[in-house]
């Protein structure tokens, strides 16, 4: 998987990098396919774009991005680290909308 020209643009402008080096646009791009293999692994699939949930789905995609860049070189001490609950209301609702397949629907799969 590829992260597209449009969708890397939307990502630096979300995380604020305006003038990326090849090594933070390499880790950018592992970022957001971690990201997106969560959201699949957590019963997200990509929505079509043009859709408000995908507009939700890249939201939360740059989240994690931005989440994870920032913490690349942080050591956190005698803290405890919680999700942020505006990201998991994000991810429940993205999972709450998830298209139901065909088979799921028939009862089969």
């Given at each position: 998987?590829?992260?597209?020209?449009?969708?890397?643009?939307?990502?630096?402008?979300?995380?604020?990098?305006?003038?990326?080096?090849?090594e933070e646009l390499l880790t950018l791009e592992?970022?957001?396919?971690?990201?997106?293999?969560?959201?699949?692994?957590?019963?997200?699939?990509?929505?079509?774009?043009?859709?408000?949930?995908?507009?939700?789905y890249d939201l939360a995609v740059n989240f994690?991005?931005?989440?994870?860049?920032?913490?690349?070189?942080?050591?956190?001490?005698?803290?405890?680290?919680?999700?942020?609950?505006?990201?998991?209301?994000?991810i429940v609702q993205l999972k709450l909308t998830?298209?139901?397949?065909?088979?799921?629907?028939?009862?089969?799969?």
């Amino acid at each position: 998987m590829s992260i597209g020209d449009e969708r890397m643009k939307s990502l630096l402008a979300y995380c604020r990098v305006e003038e990326p080096t090849e090594e933070e646009l390499l880790t950018l791009e592992g970022l957001y396919e971690a990201a997106v293999g969560y959201l699949e692994n957590a019963g997200v699939s990509e929505p079509p774009e043009g859709t408000s949930r995908r507009a939700q789905y890249d939201l939360a995609v740059n989240f994690m991005v931005l989440r994870d860049f920032d913490l690349r070189d942080a050591t956190i001490t005698g803290t405890i680290v919680e999700d942020n609950p505006a990201f998991r209301r994000l991810i429940v609702q993205l999972k709450l909308t998830e298209p139901v397949s065909e088979l799921d629907a028939s009862g089969e799969g």
